[in-house]
T-cell receptor, first 113, second 116 residues
Framework: AQSVSQHNHHVILSEAASLELGCNYS??????LFWYVQYPGQHLQLLLK??????LVKGIKGFEAEFIKSKFSFNLRKPSVQWSDTAEYFC???????????FGTGTRLQVFP | NAGVTQTPKFRILKIGQSMTLQCTQD?????MYWYRQDPGMGLKLIYY???????DKGEVPNGYNVSRSTTEDFPLRLELAAPSQTSVYFC???????????????FGAGSRLTVL
């Protein structure tokens, strides 16, 4: 069965600090990978996705993620965070032969001015 | 477009009561999902549907039922509410690309359910 692990449960940063959130998955086949974000009081929305091709994908608001197949990882990065990036971030995975999208437990990011 | 609409936004139930969470989407998506979100647990898939008349269990289906009589609607029913079902419930839909197999979800605003 596929699963997703996010080891950083709560991250606290100052504005302009760099961010990297870890995401590891277990799935034997070809995968599609996603990062979703949930801003305070809002519903989840897509931040970025990887289907195939260039393993470095860029999303909205300056976020990017790198798919490293050998490490089963899809870490999220941002060079310089802003206070408005305060949110909960979820990694998710599904394989093309399965209809289920499985989420990690989420990472709560707090950015202080 | 309204996207994915969930009702009600908030509900308090007594143990043993039943209720239905409604979910409607106007994007003609074939795929629909119900997740529950609990603090520190992320989102857990309850049930999903790949089209009208077809439903399947997710990770945590016990205590819930679903139906999919139309493409637009995917209600979630709690038959005998228990405190463990206190959670925030999210409905989502996806067009699902048959070529890539990728699954980009559009979420509803959520329904906060408390069982006392």
């Amino acid at each position: 069965a596929q699963s997703v692990s996010q080891h950083n449960h709560h991250v606290i940063l100052s504005e302009a600090a760099s961010l990297e959130l870890g995401c590891n998955y277990s799935y034997g086949g070809t995968v599609n990978l996603f990062w979703y974000v949930q801003y305070p009081g809002q519903h989840l929305q897509l931040l970025l996705k990887y289907f195939s091709g260039d393993p470095l994908v860029k999303g909205i608001k300056g976020f990017e993620a790198e798919f490293i197949k050998s490490k089963f990882s899809f870490n999220l990065r941002k060079p310089s965070v802003q206070w408005s990036d305060t949110a909960e971030y979820f990694c998710a995975v599904n394989g093309p032969e399965t209809d289920k999208l499985i989420f990690g437990t989420g990472t709560r990011l707090q950015v202080f001015p | 477009n309204a996207g994915v609409t969930q009702t009600p936004k908030f509900r308090i139930l007594k143990i043993g009561q039943s209720m239905t969470l409604q979910c409607t989407q106007d994007m003609n998506h074939n795929y629909m999902y119900w997740y529950r979100q609990d603090p520190g647990m992320g989102l857990k898939l309850i049930y999903y549907s790949v089209g009208a008349g077809i439903t399947d269990k997710g990770e945590v289906p016990n205590g819930y039922n679903v139906s999919r009589s139309t493409t637009e609607d995917f209600p979630l029913r709690l038959e005998l509410a228990a405190p463990s079902q206190t959670s925030v419930y999210f409905c989502a839909s996806s067009p699902r690309s048959s070529a890539s197999g990728a699954n980009v979800l559009t979420f509803g605003a959520g329904s906060r359910l408390t069982v006392l």
